[in-house]
């Protein structure tokens, strides 16, 4: 039996379930599996500036493609506590990663030795299994069921914290006789699916809402042909938007309190049955549940059972993986309509259709200091449908899922439960990482920008090109907004009037230098008719130059996004569209 380091043999286990890039730090306490990294070769390590920033690297690779499982790894102490926002990241959106901790070594850990933390005690919360393993034997078997817990039932991120005597112990171990377990998936049944559909056949004015689990189950396809095949207006969430492109003539456009659209909360409220398909109902999604289901109909397909009836109670629910149960929907939809018992869809539709081409937003203002609107605009002429956007939270996020556009799944790659401040840069890289053919635009608010500014070294460092936009009014322009309710406008402003940059005037950090002097390109655009050379600009130095390039907008200082509580009572706070040069890339035009 070959004999090698436990390190050693989990480098080998990572290879064999697939792994091929890794992002981290090294340190005392993990240099040991560094070693064995190194060693075993067949791993690219993409080295972080914080630990944290690792963490969301790994979380943008395992988004971007079916399959991936993104690795991020640090030392003992502060590096698995730095992991832990990744780690809540990740499970709030049912995304596996692996994180991998050392740790002091075993006869020692709980004796405050120098940077001893019960690191799997503080992640238990947000992983689906946090373990130390305390026997080096162990390691092959720890290593092998952390790949079988992150594939089975709903996806989600695991640690394995390794002593770093365990890590140099050596043991019996044969990479080449090693397997995978079998994933575990529960799969509807014919005889419910039948049923649901049924209950679809039933409703005069059903939607589907196709969440992030149906591109999770790598099931878009199935899902788009479902909604052709009954002609069923599809509504995707945040999460599962780009499962059918937004010029679908079956997409009826988002729903929600803020990143939705007029047009889809407008139909939504006319629907009297909704089949949920791997979504998880979030209250930014739904808002108060007396309007979201008042009159309607549910059923619920999730691979979670806990999750059914956990927000609300559906009238029917049906536990499984979303790609096991649409190839049944389909089959099933497929042989009433050979029957000819599917009802014509075709009126229903076109409504949806219609409220696309006449209730929009204005995107188009040709004020200085800009409105984002523009920005937005500029985007969806220079950004093609192949586009993967990355972004996470704040007034930058939500206007851009509200007038941006989206083709195709993983295309719309965007931290939506937990939206972590920093998530956006380290995210771009790993997303770029895993597909370095697709351009890769991200999105940020000039305070998301600077909570992980220094990751833009990382991708200067190893040459991980893109083009990060950045709106900046020198506010954090989200908790301002929900400030108003309160009457106060409290530690909102990041605006000061910087000495080294006097022609900035009150917007403060001189961003163009600071992407400048961690490697990268940066352009700065004062003036809405700069933005699209500037982007094109930005195309052309990426490719050239194999670094992030930053395009900088300078926005008037206050903007309020549509937004609400209710998705019957969205405050529209800007002009609306009433002519068709008020939006002209929408996606239909204005009618």
């Not at 340190?27 to 690219?44: E, T, V």
Request: with cysteine; net charge negative; hydrophobic share 45%.
């Amino acid at each position: 039996m070959p004999r090698m380091t436990a390190a050693r043999a989990a480098v080998e286990i990572l290879k064999r379930e697939g792994v091929t890039n890794a992002f981290g730090v090294p340190g005392a306490a993990i240099n040991p599996f560094y070693k064995a990294l190194q060693a075993g070769g067949g791993i690219d390590h993409t080295l972080a500036r914080h630990v944290e920033g690792a963490s969301h690297m790994a979380e943008g690779y395992t988004r971007t493609k079916a399959g991936n499982i993104g690795v991020c790894i640090g030392t003992s102490g502060p590096a698995g506590t730095d992991m832990i926002t990744g780690l809540y990241s990740a499970i709030g959106d049912s995304i596996p990663i692996l994180c991998i901790t050392g740790q002091a070594p075993t006869a020692v850990i709980h004796k405050e030795d120098f940077q001893a933390v019960d690191i799997a005690s503080i992640a238990k919360p947000v992983t689906k299994w946090a373990t130390t393993v305390l026997e080096a034997a162990q390691v092959p078997g720890v290593f092998q069921q952390a790949f079988h817990l992150m594939r089975s039932g709903r996806p989600g991120p695991v640690l394995i914290d390794l002593p770093i005597d365990v890590q140099l112990t050596e043991i019996e171990f044969d990479p080449e006789t090693y397997e995978p377990l079998p994933v575990y998936k529960p799969a509807a049944t014919r005889k419910q699916v039948e049923k649901a559909v049924r209950m679809l056949v039933a409703s005069e004015r059903p939607l589907i809402v196709a969440g992030g689990g149906i591109i999770n189950a790598d099931a878009s396809e199935l899902l788009v042909e479902f909604a052709e095949v009954t002609g069923v207006p599809v509504v995707p969430t945040l999460m599962g938007w780009g499962i059918l492109a937004d010029d679908h003539e079956l997409n009826a456009g988002m729903v929600g309190l803020q990143t939705s659209h007029r047009y889809g909360n407008a139909t939504f409220l006319e629907s009297d049955f909704v089949l949920g398909i791997g979504n998880r109902w979030a209250n930014r999604h739904t808002g108060g549940l007396d309007v979201y289901t008042k009159g309607r109909t549910f059923v619920h397909v999730d691979i979670e059972p806990t999750q059914l009836g956990k927000i609300f109670a559906p009238d029917y629910a049906i536990a499984s993986d979303a790609k096991a149960a649409l190839e049944l929907f389909v089959e099933v939809a497929k042989e009433l309509k050979a029957a000819g018992e599917l009802p014509d869809r075709s009126a229903w539709a076109a409504s949806a259709q219609e409220r696309k081409a006449t209730l929009q937003r204005r995107t188009h203002f040709d004020n200085v200091p800009m409105k984002p609107q523009r920005v937005y605009e500029e985007m969806n002429r220079a950004f093609g449908p192949e586009t993967r956007y990355v972004t996470t939270i704040g007034l930058s996020q939500i206007a851009g899922a509200q007038m941006l556009h989206v083709y195709r799944p993983r295309h719309w790659i965007n931290c939506g439960q937990a939206g972590p401040l920093g998530w956006t840069i380290p995210a771009a890289l790993g997303v770029a990482t895993a597909d370095p053919e697709t351009p890769v635009v991200a999105l940020s608010g000039d305070y998301d920008f600077q909570f992980m500014l220094e990751e833009l070294a990382v991708g200067a460092q190893h040459n991980i090109p893109y083009v990060h936009v950045l709106v900046n009014n020198a506010y954090l322009g989200l908790i301002r907004q929900a400030q108003r309710n309160l009457d106060i406008n409290f530690q909102v402003n990041l605006e000061f009037e910087n000495i080294n940059s006097p022609e900035l005037g009150v917007y403060g950090v001189d961003h163009v230098k600071v992407a400048e002097g961690l490697g990268c390109k940066a352009i700065r655009v004062t003036e809405p008719d700069q933005l699209l050379p500037a982007f094109e600009e930005a195309k052309k130095l990426a490719a050239e130059y194999r670094v992030p390039v930053v395009v900088e907008a300078i926005l008037e200082r206050v903007t309020n996004i549509s937004m609400g509580v209710q998705i019957d009572g969205v405050n529209e706070w800007e002009e609306l569209a009433t002519e068709p040069g008020h939006a002209p890339t929408a996606i239909r035009p204005l009618v």
